[in-house]
C-alpha cells in the first residue's frame, strides 16, 4: 500500500523540530516500510515547498498559503490539491492525518482519511481546565464527523473523546510503539543519582511542578541532579514568554545548582541521555500516550509518572513503574529516592518494562496491525489475524500464546500466569469486571426473563457472568472467530460486550467466567446503555413480545421510549440462526474413580428393575447403586432388588419419610464415590452413559454437569428408540456451555460439593424445582454446572407412580386433597395457590423481592394478552382472583424463606 501521514511536524533535520506526534509517526514509518508499504509524509507549516527522500520516506514539505483571514482555507486547499494529485498518480492510497485542530476538516481528498486521536484541542484544554477555542473545536468534530476510519493511541483519549465531541462512533485502539532494534539498551554508564526529564517545557507537561518535586528529592539526596531535555515554550495562562524562566525561579537556590537543561537535542542524541538516567520523570497533566514514556521504558528506565487518564495503559503501578498525581510533590519525591536508593527494584522494574515493551508496544507488531486496520476497513484486503470488520472496528485485542500453542485474544492488562492456568479449564471467556463497576450492569434484561445469570452472584474469586468489560477480558481466539466478535450494531461498546457474553453464554455455548484479579485494573467504568441499545438488543435476541413489556415497564407515556422502541423495530430482526461452539473430543479416563448412582422411587419397582439392569451393562461401571425406595408397604415387594444380581454394591433403603428431596438426601448419606450420578427411576440408560459423564468432567476440567435428558413418546419406547431420537436431533444436540437449568434425572456432581452443600432444600417436597435449587445452588457456590451431550438418557415418565403423586394434590381442594408438607401450619382452604409456591419460593430465594415484583407485573400481562382475544375481558375480569392465588403463592413462599434452607 502507499500510505500517507499529514502532519504538522516530523522528526527531520529539514522539517524542524518536533515532539511526540512527530516521534509516533516516524516510527509508525518506520514498521511499515519494514513490511513493505511504501510511506510519504506531507508536513505542513514548512519554510518553503520541497520534496526529498531519505530512509525510504518521500517528504514533501508543505508552506503555508498566508492571507490575513483565509490562511486556513487556502492552506487546506493547496493540500487538498497535492494529495489529489498524488492519488491520481498511484502514490497515495490512504492518508492518515492527526486529531490536532481538525486539518482534514475543509479537505476532501479522493482517498479515504483515517483520523488518529493523538490529543485534539479541544481535549487538552479539557485536561488542563481552560476554554478551547470554538473554531478549533468545531473543525476538530468536523474532521472526526468526516473521517472515513477512526483510531485512537489509547482508550482513555477515545472514550474522552467521544464525550467531548458526543460522537456517535467507535475507534479502533492501536497504541503508540517503538522500533525496538533502534531504541534499545546503549553500552553508555548508568550515571548514579541522575533523573531525566525530556519533553517541551511546558505547564501541561508538569514542567512547573518539576522543580517542586525535585526540591523535595535534594533535601533528602544532595547528590542527587535533574536533566531536562526539550523546547522551551511560552506560558499560555501566564502569557509569559519562557516557561523555563518561570521554572527557575520555583528550584531551591541549593537545588538549582544541581539542574542542567539542555534545550532541545537532536533526536537521535536523545538515546545517549537516557541511557546514562538512573529515573526517567514524567509529571505530566495532559497527554494521549506519551511516546516518551515507552522510549525510556524500551531502554530500560524505572519511571515516576503522571497517575492521570491514559497512564495506567502504559504503566502498571508498582510493576513496572510508579504513577503519582503531579501535585503530591512529597510523594512523587518519595518515589524518586526509593529508585535511587534501591538499585535491586530499579532492575525488577526494567525487566517488567521490558516484557510490556515487547508484549505491547513494538512497533514490528504494531505496524502489521496498522496495516491490517487499512487494509480490512478500505481496501477489502481480508489479512486480519483475528476477529472481522465488526469486532475489529470498536476495539484492538492483543494475542497471548499458552504453553500448549492456543491463541488467546486480550485487551488490558491481565495476570498472564493465571490466564495460562485458566486456558486449561472449561471457561472460554475471562474478566474481572465486578470490580470495574460492571457487576449487575444491564439490569433491564430481566424484562426478558428471570434465569439462573439475570444477577451475579457474591462473594466468589470465580462464577459464571457474561457482564464482560471491553476494555479488560480474554478470550480463546477460537471462540472470538466463531462468535464473530462483537456486534457494532449497537452504539455503545459496553452494549457490544454485554451482547457478545450473553449470547456466548445463552445460546452459543460458549462459557464466560469472572475471575478475581485476573485483570487488576480497579477503575469504575461509567456504563451508560441507551434506549435505542435497549430495544435494539431486545429485537434482535427475544420474541417482539419482551420488548413491548419492556416499553411497558418503562413507560408507554414516555416519547423517547417510543422512538426508540419503533427504531429498532424497524431496523432490526431477531437472529435466527447463532453459531455454536463445538464441543472438545473426550478424553479417556485417567485413573479409576469411583462412581455411585442414586434412584429415589415410589411405586415404580418394575421401572426401577429395569434402570438397574442398564446400570449393570455399562462400559464404565458404577461402584455402588443406593435405592431409595418410597413405595408403600402392602404395594411393594422387598425380593425384588437381590444385590447378587448385580456388578456393583446395591443399597436398598426403605423411605419412612415423604417427598423425593428427603429421598435423595438420605440416600446420600450411603455414597462413597467420587462422583454422585442423580437418576430418576423411569430411565433408560445408554451403555457409555456413566464413562461419558466421567470423560466429560475430565476432559472440561469440571465438577459437576447435566445429561441430555430424552423424553419418550411413550413409556414402551427402548435403547433403539433412544438411538433414533437422538440421530434425529442430528448435531444440534452437540452443545455444552454452562446449563441454566438442573435435571435431577440425569446429572453428574463430585461428592465433595454435594456434601458441602448437605443436600436437597426439602422445603421444595410436595412441589416444584427442587432440581433448578439444587444447581443453582452449586453454582452459587462456585462450581459451574455444564451441559454434557454425550451421556443420554430416555425417559419413559409413565402415567402413574413416582414422587409426583404429591404433586398432584397440589391442584385439589377440599376433603380429598392431602396436605403438602409446603403448607406447614397453614392448610389451603378455598384459593388454591397460583403460580406453584415452591416455584415462588425459588424466585424468592435466589433472586429477592425485586424481582419477584417483575415476575408478578409479567404474569399478569401474559395472562391477559395470551390466549383468544375474545376472552380477554373474561380474563380481566379473573384478574382480582387471580391476585388472590399470586398472594397467597407468595404467602408460603415467604413462611419457607423464614424456615431457611433444611436438609433433614
Not at 266 to 276: G, Q, T, V
Not at 820 to 844: A, C, G, H, N
Amino acid at each position: 500500500m502507499n500510505i500517507a501521514f499529514l502532519t504538522p511536524e516530523f522528526p527531520h533535520v529539514k522539517t524542524g523540530p518536533s515532539g511526540g506526534l512527530g516521534t509516533s509517526i516516524f516510527n509508525l514509518a518506520k514498521g511499515l516500510i519494514q513490511i513493505g508499504h511504501d510511506v510519504s509524509v506531507l508536513v505542513y507549516g514548512q519554510n518553503k515547498d520541497e520534496i526529498f527522500q531519505d530512509n525510504g520516506i518521500t517528504f514533501y514539505k508543505i508552506k503555508n498559503t498566508k492571507l490575513k483571514g483565509f490562511s486556513r482555507f487556502l492552506t487546506q486547499n493547496k493540500i487538498q490539491r497535492l494529495i489529489n494529485n498524488l492519488v491520481k498518480n498511484n502514490k497515495i492510497d490512504i492518508l492518515e492525518a492527526p486529531d490536532w485542530t481538525g486539518i482534514t476538516s475543509n479537505i476532501h481528498p479522493t482517498c479515504p482519511v483515517i483520523i488518529r486521536l493523538h490529543g485534539s484541542d479541544t481535549y487538552f484544554c479539557h485536561l488542563e481546565d481552560r476554554p478551547v477555542k470554538f473554531l478549533n473545536r468545531y473543525y476538530e468534530k468536523k474532521a472526526l464527523q468526516k473521517a472515513d476510519g477512526l483510531l485512537s493511541v489509547s482508550r482513555y483519549t477515545a472514550d474522552l473523546t467521544k464525550k467531548l465531541f458526543s460522537l456517535n462512533k467507535e475507534f479502533m485502539i492501536i497504541p503508540n510503539g517503538i522500533d525496538l532494534e533502534g531504541f534499545s539498551d546503549h553500552e553508555i554508564e548508568n550515571e548514579e543519582n541522575t533523573i531525566l526529564y525530556f519533553g517541551t517545557l511546558i505547564r501541561k507537561k508538569g514542567a512547573l511542578e518539576l522543580p517542586l518535586i525535585f526540591n523535595e528529592v535534594y533535601k533528602n539526596n544532595n547528590n542527587a541532579k535533574l536533566i531536562l531535555i526539550g523546547r522551551d515554550a511560552s506560558d499560555i495562562l501566564s502569557g509569559n514568554t519562557s516557561t523555563w524562566k518561570m521554572m527557575q525561579e520555583l528550584f531551591d537556590t541549593t537545588a538549582i545548582k544541581s539542574v542542567t537543561y539542555l534545550g532541545s537535542v537532536p533526536y537521535h542524541e536523545i538515546k545517549n541521555h537516557i541511557a546514562k538516567a538512573s529515573v526517567c520523570v514524567f509529571p505530566t497533566f495532559a497527554e494521549a500516550l506519551p511516546v516518551s514514556w515507552i522510549e525510556a521504558m524500551t531502554m530500560n528506565k524505572a519511571i515516576v509518572a503522571s497517575n492521570i487518564g491514559w497512564a495506567s495503559e502504559v504503566i502498571q503501578d508498582s510493576v513496572n513503574g510508579f504513577l503519582v498525581h503531579p501535585q503530591k510533590h512529597e510523594e512523587y519525591a518519595s518515589k524518586i529516592q526509593e529508585l535511587l536508593q534501591n538499585e535491586k527494584l530499579r532492575i525488577s522494574i526494567w525487566n517488567e518494562c521490558k516484557k510490556k515493551v515487547e508484549q505491547e508496544f513494538s512497533i514490528s507488531i504494531l505496524a502489521k496491525k496498522n496495516a491490517e486496520f487499512y487494509e480490512k476497513q478500505f481496501l477489502g484486503i481480508k489479512r486480519l489475524s483475528f476477529g472481522n470488520k465488526k469486532s475489529m472496528s470498536s476495539i484492538n485485542l492483543k494475542e497471548f500464546v499458552t504453553k500448549t500453542g492456543e491463541i488467546i485474544l486480550y485487551n488490558g492488562n491481565p495476570d498472564f500466569q493465571k490466564l495460562e492456568e485458566l486456558s486449561l479449564g472449561y471457561g472460554d471467556i475471562w474478566h474481572s469486571s465486578f470490580e470495574q463497576g460492571f457487576k449487575n450492569a444491564f439490569p433491564d434484561v430481566v424484562y426478558q426473563t428471570i434465569f439462573w445469570y439475570v444477577l451475579d452472584f457474591e462473594n466468589l474469586d470465580e462464577c459464571i457472568s457474561w457482564r464482560i468489560n471491553p476494555y479488560q477480558f480474554a478470550v480463546r481466539k477460537s471462540v472470538w472467530e466463531i462468535l464473530d466478535g462483537f456486534d457494532t450494531d449497537y452504539g455503545s461498546v459496553h452494549m457490544q460486550a454485554l451482547e457478545f457474553g450473553f449470547n456466548a453464554l445463552r445460546f452459543s455455548g460458549a462459557i464466560p467466567l469472572y475471575v478475581s484479579c485476573l485483570f487488576k485494573e480497579n477503575a469504575k467504568e461509567i456504563i451508560q446503555i441507551s434506549a435505542k441499545d435497549r430495544y435494539i438488543f431486545f429485537i434482535k435476541n427475544f420474541k417482539i413480545d419482551h420488548a413491548i413489556f419492556m416499553l411497558y415497564r418503562k413507560g408507554f407515556w414516555k416519547s423517547s421510549e417510543w422512538k426508540a422502541f419503533l427504531y429498532a423495530k424497524d431496523n432490526f430482526k431477531i437472529k435466527t440462526h447463532r453459531p455454536i461452539l463445538k464441543p472438545r473430543e473426550l478424553q479417556v479416563i485417567k485413573g479409576k474413580p469411583t462412581v455411585s448412582y442414586i434412584i429415589p422411587t415410589m411405586m415404580r419397582q418394575d421401572f426401577t428393575l429395569q434402570l438397574l439392569g442398564d446400570l449393570a451393562n455399562q462400559s464404565y461401571l458404577p461402584t455402588q447403586v443406593v435405592v431409595v425406595d418410597a413405595t408403600p408397604e402392602n404395594s411393594r415387594n422387598e425380593s425384588m432388588y437381590d444385590p447378587k444380581n448385580y456388578p456393583f454394591e446395591l443399597i436398598v433403603k426403605w423411605q419412612e419419610t415423604k417427598g423425593s428431596c428427603r429421598a435423595r438426601n438420605e440416600a446420600i448419606e450411603y455414597c462413597s464415590g467420587e462422583y454422585i450420578v442423580f437418576g430418576d427411576d423411569d430411565l433408560r440408560l445408554s451403555i457409555n452413559y456413566i464413562e461419558n459423564h466421567i470423560r466429560f468432567l475430565q476432559t472440561y476440567n469440571a465438577s459437576a454437569c447435566n445429561g441430555l435428558d430424552i423424553r419418550a413418546d411413550h413409556q414402551q419406547q427402548n435403547l433403539n428408540d433412544l438411538q433414533s431420537k437422538l440421530n434425529a436431533l442430528g448435531d444440534n444436540r452437540f452443545i455444552v456451555g454452562a446449563t441454566q437449568f438442573f435435571n435431577n434425572a440425569n446429572n453428574c456432581v463430585k461428592r465433595e460439593f454435594v456434601n458441602k452443600l448437605v443436600g436437597n432444600d426439602i422445603n421444595y417436597d410436595g412441589g416444584y424445582g427442587e432440581d433448578n435449587d439444587f444447581g443453582l445452588s452449586l453454582t452459587k457456590m462456585g462450581v459451574t454446572v455444564l451441559q454434557n451431550p454425550f451421556s443420554n438418557s430416555l425417559h419413559l415418565k409413565p402415567a402413574v407412580g413416582g414422587y409426583r403423586f404429591w404433586g398432584n394434590q397440589a391442584k385439589i381442594l377440599g376433603k380429598k386433597r392431602k396436605k403438602q408438607p409446603w403448607e406447614l401450619d397453614t392448610p389451603v382452604k378455598f384459593i388454591r395457590p397460583v403460580p406453584s409456591p415452591t416455584v415462588m419460593y425459588f424466585y424468592y430465594k435466589h433472586f429477592g423481592p425485586q424481582l419477584i415484583k417483575e415476575y408478578r407485573h409479567k404474569y399478569f400481562v401474559l395472562f391477559l394478552l395470551k390466549g383468544s382475544k375474545a376472552l380477554l375481558l373474561f380474563r380481566l375480569l379473573k384478574i382480582p382472583y387471580k391476585q388472590l392465588q399470586f398472594n397467597k403463592s407468595l404467602f408460603y413462599a415467604k413462611k419457607l424463606m423464614e424456615l431457611g434452607t433444611r436438609t433433614k
